[in-house]
């Protein structure tokens, strides 16, 4: 067990790809799991609605079919789950890493229109999701034997089409 840590620490940082992971149904299904419970720890650390709840797993379902829809773009489905297993066991560690800054993100007051200073629960929180793209980018990079720069511009034009999605069906019922 602590040498699939330190193997998703190592691709965090870069010194492996997924292909070092093994392709194994039950390490991902089960990393889906984790995630998801991770995930809803998260929430439910920040104090969110089952709603969005839901939309998170359906987010989750859209990743699942982008990484099979860009690895089946470049011919690549054969590494579908080393590298969904990379991208899960990132996403638990790097949630696990988050999970504290989370309460002092939501009892933070609110932002002051005149001081726009980040708090430093704020900073930490942007850095991690800043960490995440790039690991998402060089899992990618690394599984479709491409340039780090197109898996970047992939993996943010992904993480911007998820926000639009998330804030239009978290948007307030009138």
Do not use: C, K
Not at 36 to 52: D, Q, T
């Amino acid at each position: 067990m602590l040498r699939l840590i330190f193997a998703f620490v190592d691709i965090m940082l870069h010194r492996r790809g997924p292909d070092s992971l093994p392709s194994s149904p039950f390490l991902l299904w089960t990393l889906l799991a984790l995630s998801i419970a991770v995930e809803w720890l998260v929430l439910w650390l920040a104090g969110e609605s089952g709603r969005v709840f839901a939309v998170s797993l359906l987010v989750t379902g859209f990743d699942l079919w982008f990484v099979w829809a860009v690895l089946r773009t470049f011919n690549r489905t054969a590494r579908f789950r080393q590298t969904m297993t990379a991208i899960l066991g990132a996403d638990v560690l790097l949630s696990i890493l988050q999970a504290p800054l989370v309460r002092g993100v939501v009892e933070a007051a609110p932002p002051d229109p005149q001081n726009a200073a980040l708090t430093l629960p704020d900073v930490l929180s942007l850095m991690i999701l800043i960490w995440s793209l790039d690991i998402g980018a060089f899992v990618l990079a690394r599984a479709l034997e491409r340039p780090y720069l197109l898996s970047v511009a992939l993996v943010i034009g992904y993480f911007f089409l998820m926000q639009i999605l998330q804030a239009t069906l978290l948007r307030p019922v009138a």
